[in-house]
Every structure is written in C-alpha cells, then in structure tokens.
C-alpha cells in the first residue's frame, strides 16, 4: 500500500492569501534576443499599409511591424494561449484584426495591441484539450460582420473535427454550421475561401479532398475530379482578379511513388483540377517511416491580385526549403530563391545559417504586389521585386560577427547562466539553436557551439563554471525531444569553442547527463557532480576525464534533482519523483556524496527546480501529479519536513537571491495541450515566502516562465527565460 504523505503547511491558506495578483506598475520588463530561431507559423501583410506586417507564432504570440520587418512588437494581451495559427486582418477596417489560435478565435479592435477572446456558441473551455483550434478564418466581402472560421489543425493534424462556425454579428457569437453527415467525421480543415461574386459559395480543403458548399454552408458536395485518390488536400486560394482560377495544394507521402503533390489549378471555380508541378521537385524518400519533410512538398500559395496567373508556392520540406514562382497559371515553375550554399545566390539568411528557409507561411502586400513575405521555422524573409533578391527580417547582423534581435523573439529556453565573475557575460541555453551568450548585458549575442558534434547543437541543458579559472567551464548540450541524447563537453576560452568529453572508460554512461554542479576542492581545484539515468550520481575531480559513482545509500540512480549547500562543505541533497511502490523522496549527504540517507518524503513529484539558499533552507518547484501537489516548496530541517509557500500546478523557474537568501522568485508555467495555457508568471517574496508580489505587466508579454537566475554581478538584475519570447530581464527595487 503506498503511504499517504502529509505536507506540514504552516498557516498555508494565510500565507496564499497574501499573494499580491495586481500587475506590477513599477517593474520595466526588457525583451532581448537573437531574433528569430523559432516557429513562424502564420503571417498576413495589411490591406492598408505596405509597411505593415502581422506575424503569428506557435509559441511567441502575436507580433506587429510598422517598417516592413525591420522591427517588431509582441501584443500579446488578452490571448489565452501563445499559438497563433492565422492571422486575419479585416478587408473594410485597418483598426480590426481576428487571430485563429489553438483556443479559438480573438478579435482586436485597436491594430492588434489588445485581444478579446470570443468565445460564445463555441464549446465550452477545457482544461484538458483544445477546445476549438482554429485553422482558417474568412471574412464575406461586403458584409463586414459576416466572419466565418474553421476548425483543424494543419500542422499537427491532430485537432480537427469537420466543423465550421460562422458569426453574423463580427464575431460577438458563433454558430457550428455543418449539419452531420456533410462532411467526413474526421476531416482536417485546413483551408476555407469564400466565392467573392457569392458569399453562398464555399470551398473547403484538408485531409478528405475539396468540398464546395452553394448554401452557406449548410450542405457540402465534393470537389475532386482530377485530384490524386489520396485526397490529401492542404492550402486553397481564389485568384482575386478571377474568382474561376483555383489553386490547390496536395501533400505527397514518404515511401508512395509516384510522388502525388504538387499544385493544381481549376478554372471553373474548383469544380475540376487539372495538375500544375512543371519545374516543382518531386523526390520521394523511400520509406512510409519517414518524416515527410525529406519529402518535396509545396503548402502555401499566394495569387498575384492583378494577374491570375501569376502564382507563387512556398516549398514546404527540407528538400525543397525555397519559393517558387509561375507565370503562365502554374505550367511551369521557377525557383527564385537562391539560399548562400547554392551557386549565384539571391539571400543572405541571417545567423541562423544551420536550417534551411523552409516555407510555413506566404503572403503579399495587396497595397504593393510585388512585395512577398514569407516565415520558416526560425526567419521570416522579403523581397520587393518578385522574388530576384530576398533579405531576411528577423535580427540584425555585426561585422564582428555579433546579432541582436529586432523584437522578433520566437525561442525557449532551458536554462539563463550568468558567470559569476564576468560582469555582463551570461549564457543562455536555447532549445533549437544551442548556447548564446552576451556579454554586454543583452545588447546582443554570439552563438557558442564551435565544436560540438551537430547532432548536438540543437539544445545546451545546463552549464558550470570553473571555481578558480574564468575561461574554463562545462556544459550539456544534446537534443530535447522524447528524452534524446546528450553529451557533456568542455572550454577553456568561456565559450568561444568546445571539446566534448568522451564516455568510453571515463565512468560516463552513453545517456543524455542531466544536473551539472561544480564545486570547490579541497586544494582548490573544481569538483564536477552529474547526474545521469543510468549511472546516478557521478563525481569527477580532473574536469571531467574520470568519473566516479556516488550512490551509497541511494534508492536507484533515476535522480530528478541534485544541488549542494553554498556554503557548508560536503553538504548536499538528491531529489527522486515516485517511483514503483515509492514516495517522492529527498535524500541527504554530508560527506560529499560518498554516502547517503533518506531525510524525508516529498510533497511533489514531477520536479522542475531546486535551490539552497545560503541560509540552508532548500526550496523546490514542481508541476502537479496525478496523486502530487505542485508549487514552490520549502525545507528548513535539511529535507526532513516541507511547507509550501505558494501554491501552482505548474510551478518550474526558482531564482534566490545571492545576496539576500529571503527574496525568491518564482516562474509559473502550464502545459500547452489546453484552453488558458499561458502560464502564470512571475511572482517575488521578500519575506522568505511569507507574502508574495506579482511581477507581471504588459512589459513582460510572456508568461511562461520556465527560467530565472539573478546577476550575481549586477545587484537586482533579474533575468527570466520563456516558453516562446525568449529573454527578458529587468531590475528589482
């Protein structure tokens, strides 16, 4: 039977009471970054200025640009979740913006600075899954409050359900449209266009093939005469200038040959297709298995508004990262982006030079047609002259070879780590793209992987310093999907280049590591302590060369969390989540690792962070468990008993003050499966705990806080690393 834990809460419904929720006026947020690096997932140019740019993130929000690309602003206020999948600037009024994100549909009324979420006639709000992502949003031309918009998921195709909703009233209320029956039960909507000469007339495309509704959508024929039998339709556009032009989009699978994708166009309003792939790529890999982008494909496509035949598709795989362009209605095919390792290139694509521009979203300027912008999974890229030359608009670039952003952070972080000696130099480890660093405050950055085997650029987990030699440092750096794998590897110039530290007959496992703590010796020298699954605990006294086990009285060697006391030598804890018949558990050494005993049962399981301050108290964060609490933890007995101060189901970033051991801050996340998933913020205590202040305003447009460190040597410099814009820092009072 397993043992129920009791946590010792010490007046807790006192102490969450005094949690200060007002946002912080005082507190000046500032974002910086790369640019770039991560998700652009939709992006809409504005009917009324060719200078005006709406982009759309998967984890970053929503981002505004009143200079062509050149700088932007996140406007993240109102949004429920930070996953925009379309953004629908209205045709009659340049004030009046919609977005399609995973939990639904938002309106602003004021260019995109603040959101309503509009909500009624949709399902209710779930806690556990999306409720209704939206995947195409079409507005009636002529009738500004007529809004229709879809449900799918085009990118994950996991969240569909054949239905659409329609607002008669500019979205103040909604109204499912589709009766049952009329379209496949599990079709994948992943386009919607409405005929401008008949606001009857729909046309629909995803998972199941084209569908044309004449009544509004009350009923729904197919439309496939011409189409491959697969049916896997993707984008569907109308040519302005001739709403009889059509063109489609259909997705090729790995390991099916033919290759079956490529571009379709009808010319009788999408009642038959004929096919248009002259001049596309049509490589196929070989294998069912494999992921369909080292398959051609084309997704997005965009018709010229004066010339119907003038059409331009985004080629959306890894073999086929570039911009094509057709002249005569889709009979041929030019590619007419040029990336820098191809022969006369036309782009320069920034520092993010390890992927290619891979199309995830396409638009042009209706104000200036010969403008295209187009976003990939880290750039967003234009040009003003039909595609002869590209620029990238996502960061700026240095001769020394130095970037900075230009308001266009889309990344997240693992991990924010100052030097503790170096003023200004910190280092950040990013998923996707590394290790960066600064160090001139977050003026700008330079990427640190020189090195490191690419196979293990993509994340750096955790980084320690040299107790004694300030060029000298160790890192973890690996993948970070599904457990993946990992390396550890050492500088000797703080960062500028990496020498990985082999596993074979040093005592390392071949497993990702995960906690990385360095120490003072006894003679001085640094003393490295890891953790890894397989091997538990590991120290190592010559930097890393040889390692040797310190599990003595440990359960198993799956350590969540370790960390050593500051200040009192030899002292240190290792944390485990629950296990087979067991309770979360933390365990206490005072040797130094060479032994261990179980001070006491846990109150949370799914542990994120773990901090001892330099009074001894050891404070945790941890999300919520099926039978755990999640929230932020506090031990003043060595482990032995816990109090919580502060009460959130997703608990994850700890930050104490070096130089004041009662002020900590926390950072409040939530998983990104649900309605209302952005996170909670950041929250300080001055008081050890006993009261709580909310550090949130609009400065601060994310609030997933998945990680915080202070400057150890700017006072009150606080750094915060997100879920989706990257840095911010700002300075407490």
């Known amino acids: 039977m397993k043992k129920i834990f009791v946590c010792m809460l010490v007046a807790t419904a006192a102490a969450l009471a005094q949690i200060q ?99 009624e006639g949709f399902p209710a709000i779930s806690g556990w899954s999306w409720s209704a992502a939206i995947s195409a949003i079409a507005f009636v031309p ?33 109204t499912q449209i589709v009766s049952p029956g009329q379209l496949p039960e599990k079709c994948n909507i992943t386009a919607l266009q409405i005929d401008p000469r008949n606001d009857q007339r729909l046309l629909i495309a995803g998972s199941c093939g084209v569908f044309i509704s004449t009544d509004g959508g009350a009923s729904w024929q197919e439309s496939n005469d011409g189409l491959p039998a697969h049916r896997r339709a993707r984008r569907l556009v109308i040519a302005p200038s001739n709403p009889d032009v059509v063109y489609l989009s259909m997705c090729a699978a790995s390991g099916e040959k033919p290759w079956q994708g490529g571009v379709y166009r009808s010319d009788d309003g999408g009642r038959s297709w004929q096919a248009r792939c002259t001049g596309l790529p049509n490589h196929v890999a070989p294998k069912a298995s494999d992921t369909v982008m080292l398959t051609s494909n084309v997704d997005r496509l965009q018709v010229d508004p004066r010339d119907a035949d003038k059409v331009w598709a985004g080629g959306r795989a890894w073999v086929n990262a570039t911009v094509y362009l057709s002249r005569d209605g889709g009979q041929n095919w030019q590619t007419v982006l040029r990336n820098t390792h191809l022969e006369d290139p036309n782009y320069q694509s920034g520092w993010i030079n390890f992927w290619g521009p891979s199309v995830t979203c396409l638009t042009l300027s209706p104000v200036k047609p010969d403008r295209l912008y187009f976003g990939t999974s880290g750039h967003v890229i234009r040009t003003d002259n039909d595609g002869r030359s590209w620029e990238q608009h996502y960061c700026r670039q240095f001769d020394d070879g130095r970037i ?4 266009l952070e889309v990344t997240c972080l693992h991990n924010v780590m100052p030097h503790p000696r170096i003023a200004d130099k910190v280092f950040f480890g990013y998923f996707d793209i590394g290790l960066l660093w600064t160090d001139d405050g977050g003026e700008s950055f330079r990427r640190s992987v020189q ?20 060029a000298r440092a160790w890192a973890v750096f690996g993948s970070w999907g ?25 005592g390392l496992g071949s497993d990702k590591p995960g906690n990385l703590t360095a120490l003072p010796g006894a003679d001085g020298a640094t003393v490295l302590y890891l953790t890894q699954k397989s091997k538990g605990l590991l120290c190592s006294s010559d930097g890393g060369q040889s390692w040797q086990p310190r599990n003595a009285g440990l359960p198993d060697t799956d350590i969540r969390l370790f960390a050593a006391h500051p200040t009192v030598a030899g002292k240190m804890f290792c944390l485990f989540s629950a296990g087979k018949d067991r309770e979360p558990a933390a365990y206490l050494s005072q040797d130094g690792g060479q032994s261990w005993s179980k001070a006491g049962d846990l109150p949370c399981s799914d542990l994120k962070r773990i901090v001892v301050a330099e009074d001894g108290v050891v404070y945790v964060t941890g999300r919520v468990s099926r039978e755990h609490q999640g929230g932020l933890f506090a031990s003043r007995d060595d482990g032995k008993s816990w109090q919580k101060l502060f009460a959130n189901k997703f608990a994850q970033g700890l930050a104490v003050d070096p130089r004041n051991p009662r002020r900590i801050v926390i950072g409040l996340i939530d998983h990104p499966y649900h309605d209302q998933c952005t996170g909670d913020g950041v929250y300080v205590s001055n008081d050890g705990g006993g009261s709580w202040q909310c550090l949130n305003n609009e400065t601060l447009h994310n609030l997933s806080a998945t990680c915080i460190a202070f400057d150890p040597q700017r006072p009150n410099k606080l750094w915060i690393g997100t879920g989706g814009n990257g840095l911010f820092y700002t300075t407490l009072e």
């Open 482 to 506: 599904g457990g993946g794998s990992g390396i550890m590897a050492e500088t000797r110039d703080c960062g500028q280049s990496w020498t990985p530290l082999t596993h074979e007959n040093s």
């Open 404 to 407: 900075a952003g230009t308001g």
């Open 142 to 174: 002529g009738k500004p409050q007529v809004v229709y918009a879809a449900v799918g998921d085009p990118r994950g195709g996991k969240h569909y359900r054949s239905e659409i909703y329609r607002s008669l009233d500019g979205g103040d209320s909604w």
């Open 451 to 470: 090195g490191i085997p690419r196979a293990h650029q993509n994340s750096c987990f955790t980084m320690v310093f040299d107790t004694r030699d300030d």
């Open 21 to 119: 929720q007002q946002p912080a006026g005082g507190v000046v947020w500032t974002n910086v970054g790369p640019g770039g690096g991560g998700y652009i997932q939709s992006i809409a140019a504005s009917f009324f200025d060719a200078d005006e740019l709406f982009v759309g993130c998967d984890v970053g929000g929503f981002y505004r640009s009143t200079d062509g690309g050149k700088s932007y602003q996140v406007h993240n206020t109102g949004l429920q979740d930070y996953y925009v999948e379309v953004v629908a600037p209205h045709p009659a009024d340049p004030e009046l913006i919609f977005l399609g994100c995973r939990s639904g549909v938002y309106r602003s009324r004021d260019r995109g600075r603040s959101w309503q979420w509009l909500r």
